[in-house]
């Protein structure tokens, strides 16, 4: 990755039109403000905004051919992201592009493909305040932990609660406690052949979690560590042709 | 699972229709071999056999609600397995029923719905003969090695090499040694959501592979080990509601 | 493990012999409460109550001889097990033994020796209500929670943190909830070796954890997943000899 | 990391003594052949060599204190390291200094202590030529095989095999294949605490393993891989006092 790493900031943005509240917090919208935080970090090369009501939905062949990293997010029109979209996004991971699930990107199409499972989790309706959560770091020897504190705490979220459908993750690196009395495996790492994958629960579109200095932190760590890995030139990753016989 | 263990046998069938050598082999079928085994084992309570030829393939509601523990056989025929019975066999392992995926199954639609990844592999042209494999327990405290030796040698099979496009199992049990060069994550292990999955290579329809009595111990360990866990009575297993507000 | 499983409960016993609130709410202590609950379970054949105090502090090797699973709680005297019997422990979980380990027992040698981790932890002092946790399943395919509702409440107890200094679990069961804002890994799976291990957070002994069903049945259930696997006669679990030269 | 890595090479150095093979294939030592090589790749700050002759065993908390991560070999003389030495090693692992524990190294005390297990391994006596070693990549998205190819191909080793008694890797990036049969889990990565720990198996005295270019870029990948995480100012990393009651 020594010429910087190319991300894509998937955002649905949907909220950012309707929602007035929203509006008032991240005027840039939620992608917006992520990809203004993440353009001046250093090693980022290039940080491209795509939109749902992009052409392609934002996800062309053109684009993925120049993301090593995608952050998503999503939340309202999952079903609207075509199938052909996101199986193309969940093979780019599979070759090796890393990608970013936020919050309620959760339910997204290409996260519960790369699970295999139905990500369904426990939330509760939240009021304007929402309700206090902390981020507590159960693995402090992983890089996406890098220059935090043993936990983030954010006064007004929404809870997202245990069971979390999902497969076991390789590494748990975050674990959520929320004031009404849940817990939740907040920030997960997987292996996917040759991708990586991190979910990071922080971001409902109500309240100003992206403005978090922490929160974005753990963003940008994870960019650096899903940035994906080049093995050597003629790797074939998967598309095999049977060996010859042995004598 | 005090009342033993419902087993359904769930087997393509097209070889032992189309080939001498797999008719010879196995006289009851691949899929009648291994029912046959299982159903004088202790703790089995039941053992149906499924064919694709069978009506809703093998895989009707009906079916499944009687079915704890599935085992899978495929080669041929993935894509005719339709998708809407593919999805049924995916919701009831995320549900809690088993499923043990045995050799070339790695590409039917169940088992790649729930890795999430193409689960491509190495393979060789065999000839009359095959070559010879070995595969190395390397969990020695996992249920699925009971009885067995240090090692199974299985004088003919196909090679399946690395990399296997799967994600990093939950338990790795065996480690498969082939003549030509090659190794292979040969026993693998995931909890997905309520349900376990268990993949083992040995199987290849041209060779005697189910009348290997460690192969066959293996199977049955493995089906014993993926039997459902019962939660108490009504845990929700992923279909919440949301929860009210916080005061 | 048709003949039934040997259980060996394993309890320091001083807080017994000092602590009124502990006699009263223990008659029997810690350890016979757990002996007296796991001997008219299904499927164990014996329970043995050591002590500290007992010759050879109870872990004798003829002791170790009949012990398929060890249950081990300690507080106050870990310095006080010698190292050779700790490490006598550790050998024989190495070499099939199961291993509960309860509560403080996180300190105790032979886990810290079997970790190769501090096990450090936060705590908090409590008063004479201590506080709720909170023990949500995390992994409902995990035969350790058959039977369980999706958490277990406590309304009073001592509060344990993360950072918690183990390596990451293979299996991790529970996730704890804590009224005062933390969260912890509250029960973890380990295979070391031949041996299962697994941590287990309740059990102050200032409060009736161990009068709790659920609590209770985690322990039962944690001893059947805990007995040890046999491979066959002959398998040398370790002990090896370089092989002869290939010619 | 920006100042670059601090790298300690430990080398035993009593097969360089004694062995003219050993001197003859590595004139520099194996330790001083490693160093060599690290010293000249892009982001190490310094390497400083250490041999078990040194004043302190070259493991003083001075070094220490100037060690990001430090690679390990040892053989012949794991008992001449002092439990005080090893346990200093140990402690600064699980604070966050990386440890790259390379080929007989499997055996040495911090390693040992590290892994809680025994660590034993298969091993054949090897004429001569030793026997051919594939190392398969099955890990393609780990950090640690970034430039390689499939597998890296040793024409002559010696053979370690597997049941190898050491806790299931956090990830598994490579597995062996052998000649004569075995096969090995030949590069396996820890997080323990805040330290991570590489195992690689290459590396016998009488072989010139160093001087192949794909096992060298290894160990400068995991070099990379281990250097510290450095979490923000104030945290505590294990060294807890109780917290306040709850009102």
């Known amino acids: 990755?020594?010429?910087?790493?190319?991300?894509?900031?998937?955002?649905?943005?949907?909220?950012?039109?309707?929602?007035?509240?929203?509006?008032?917090?991240?005027?840039?919208?939620?992608?917006?403000?992520?990809?203004?935080?993440?353009?001046?970090?250093?090693?980022?090369?290039?940080v491209?905004?795509?939109?749902?009501?992009?052409?392609?939905?934002?996800?062309?062949?053109?684009?993925?051919?120049?993301?090593?990293?995608m952050t998503w997010w999503g939340h309202k029109a999952h079903d609207q992201v075509t199938d052909e979209n996101a199986r193309r996004v969940q093979e780019r991971v599979l070759k090796g592009m890393g990608l970013i699930v936020l919050h309620s990107g959760h339910y997204s199409k290409p996260f519960t493909s790369l699970m295999g499972t139905r990500c369904n989790l426990k939330w509760r309706e939240h009021g304007e305040h929402g309700e206090k959560e902390r981020l507590w770091?159960?693995?402090?020897?992983?890089?996406?932990?890098?220059?935090?504190?043993?936990?983030?705490e954010l006064p007004s979220?929404?809870?997202?609660?245990?069971?979390?459908?999902?497969?076991?993750?390789?590494?748990?690196?975050?674990?959520?406690?929320?004031?009404?009395?849940?817990?939740?495996?907040?920030?997960?790492?997987?292996?996917?052949?040759?991708?990586?994958?991190?979910?990071?629960?922080?971001?409902?579109?109500?309240?100003?979690?992206?403005?978090?200095?922490?929160?974005m932190k753990v963003i940008y760590n994870a960019v650096k560590w899903a940035a994906p890995v080049r093995m050597a030139r003629g790797y074939t990753q998967g598309n095999y042709q049977p060996l010859e016989q042995l004598d």
């Open 1 to 46: 990755m020594s010429q910087g790493i190319r991300v894509t900031v998937w955002n649905e943005g949907i909220h950012e039109k309707e929602m007035p509240r929203c509006q008032e917090i991240y005027p840039l919208g939620m992608g917006g403000t992520i990809a203004s935080y993440l353009e001046k970090q250093p090693g980022i090369a290039s």
């Open 48 to 69: 491209h905004c795509s939109l749902l009501d992009d052409p392609d939905q934002g996800l062309s062949e053109e684009i993925l051919d120049n993301t090593d990293v």
């Open 137 to 152: 770091v159960v693995d402090p020897a992983h890089p996406i932990v890098e220059g935090l504190p043993e936990y983030i």
């Open 157 to 215: 979220t929404e809870m997202y609660g245990e069971p979390f459908g999902i497969p076991q993750p390789d590494q748990l690196v975050f674990i959520s406690w929320f004031q009404g009395g849940e817990v939740f495996r907040s920030g997960c790492c997987w292996h996917k052949e040759a991708g990586r994958v991190f979910y990071f629960k922080p971001g409902h579109e109500s309240f100003p979690i992206y403005h978090n200095e922490h929160v």
